[in-house]
C-alpha cells in the first residue's frame, strides 16, 4: 500500500475533479483517470435500502440536482438517508447551477448530462478497467454526532461499507476518513486491516468551535490532548493518517506526524500558492478540486508526484 514516498506529493482528486468535472460522478473519475491521477477521495452515505452511495451531503443538493422532468429541485431538506436507490438514481447529478453560491464556485466545472449518483460498488467496477499498481481510494464516511436521523448509527453504517469493501479487491488500497471518530473506532474494530485517516478542522479556535476541542462529539475520546499536537493524540488512537485542513498545519506538527509514523494528507488546496507551501511543508498528500493544476505546480517546480 503506497501512502508516500520520500520527495513525492500524492494527489487527490477531490470528489473526481470538482473543479472541472460534475463531483463524484463517473464521468469526473474516468476524468481523473484518463489524466493518470491515480489517488482520489469520495464522500460515502447509505440509502434507505442500505446501499453505499457516494456523494457528499446528506440531503440532494439544489445546487446541482435535477429531477426527472430536468427541472432543478427546489427542496433542500431531502434526505439520502430517507431515499431507496432506486428514487435516488432517478436525480441527475451532472451539472451545476451556476447562479447559486456553490455553483459560483466552480465556475469551469464541465456539463456532462445524465450523471447518477452511483453506488460505491459501481465506482470500484470503474476501477477495474483502471487498472494501475499506485491506485489509492480515500472514502471519507459522511457522519455526524449532532443530528439523528441523518446516516444508520456508526456501527451498522461501517457494517454495510464493510460487506462492499469485502467484496472488491481493493482492501490494500483504501484509506476510511470521517470528521465523526466514533465511525473510526468502529474501523478499527470491524476493519482493522483498512488504514483509518483523522479528519481535523480547527480553524477560528478561538471565536467558533469546529470538530476538534475538548469535550468534542466528533471526537470521540476522554483522552487529554494538547491542541497543537493532534498528532499524538492520533497516535494514540491508533490512526494512520493525519487528514487536515490545509490551513491548520505548520511545519513543525508535520514533523512530528512524521515522527510518529503518521501519513499526514491535507485538504481542500485549490490555489497555486497554497499547493507549494503544503509541498515546503513536507506534506504526503494534497487532496484537490485540481488536479490537474497541481500536476502543473509539480512539473514546473521540478516536483515529482504520483
Known amino acids: ?17 470538482r473543479g472541472d468535472m460534475p463531483e ?3 464521468s469526473g473519475f474516468k476524468y481523473i483517470f484518463d489524466h493518470n491521477v491515480l489517488a482520489f477521495e469520495t464522500d460515502i452515505l447509505i440509502s434507505k435500502d442500505k446501499i453505499p452511495v457516494v456523494t457528499h451531503d446528506f440531503h440532494l443538493n439544489p445546487s446541482f440536482t435535477k429531477d426527472e422532468k430536468g427541472n432543478w429541485i427546489k427542496k433542500d431538506n431531502i434526505k439520502i438517508y430517507d ?8 436525480y441527475d447529478v451532472g451539472e451545476l447551477d451556476k447562479s447559486t453560491r456553490y455553483g459560483k464556485r466552480f465556475k469551469d466545472q464541465k456539463v456532462i448530462k445524465n450523471q447518477k449518483i452511483i453506488k460505491l460498488k459501481e465506482l470500484f467496477d470503474l476501477i477495474e478497467n483502471f487498472p494501475k499498481e499506485d491506485f489509492f481510494i480515500n472514502l471519507e464516511i459522511k457522519s455526524t454526532p449532532m443530528e439523528e436521523g441523518l446516516t444508520p448509527n456508526p456501527k451498522e453504517m461501517v457494517s454495510i461499507i464493510k460487506e462492499e469493501i469485502s467484496q472488491s479487491k481493493y482492501q490494500d488500497k483504501i484509506l476510511i476518513s470521517s470528521f465523526d471518530w466514533r465511525v473510526l473506532s468502529e474501523c ?10 483523522y479528519l481535523t478542522f480547527q480553524q ?5 468551535k469546529k470538530t ?3 469535550g468534542s462529539p466528533w471526537m470521540d475520546t476522554n483522552e487529554i490532548f494538547n491542541m497543537f499536537e493532534l498528532p499524538k493524540l492520533i497516535k494514540k488512537l491508533d490512526g494512520h493518517v493525519w487528514c487536515a485542513f490545509h490551513r491548520d498545519i505548520t511545519k513543525q506538527n508535520v514533523a512530528m506526524a512524521h515522527e510518529l509514523g503518521l501519513g499526514v494528507n491535507v485538504w481542500t488546496v485549490n490555489s497555486e500558492r497554497d499547493m507549494i507551501k503544503m509541498i515546503k511543508y513536507g506534506v504526503d498528500g494534497i487532496i484537490t478540486d485540481y488536479p490537474n493544476r497541481l500536476k502543473k ?10
Open 1 to 17: 500500500m503506497i501512502l508516500s514516498k520520500p520527495n513525492y506529493i500524492k494527489i487527490y482528486g477531490h470528489r473526481g475533479a
Open 24 to 26: 463524484n460522478t463517473l
Open 83 to 90: 431515499l431507496n436507490y432506486d428514487e435516488i438514481s432517478k
Open 188 to 197: 478499527k474494530k470491524q476493519l482493522p486491516q483498512i488504514l483509518r485517516g
Open 204 to 208: 477560528d479556535l478561538g471565536s467558533s
Open 212 to 214: 476538534i476541542y475538548e
Open 297 to 306: 505546480v509539480c512539473e514546473n517546480n521540478n516536483i515529482k508526484w504520483f
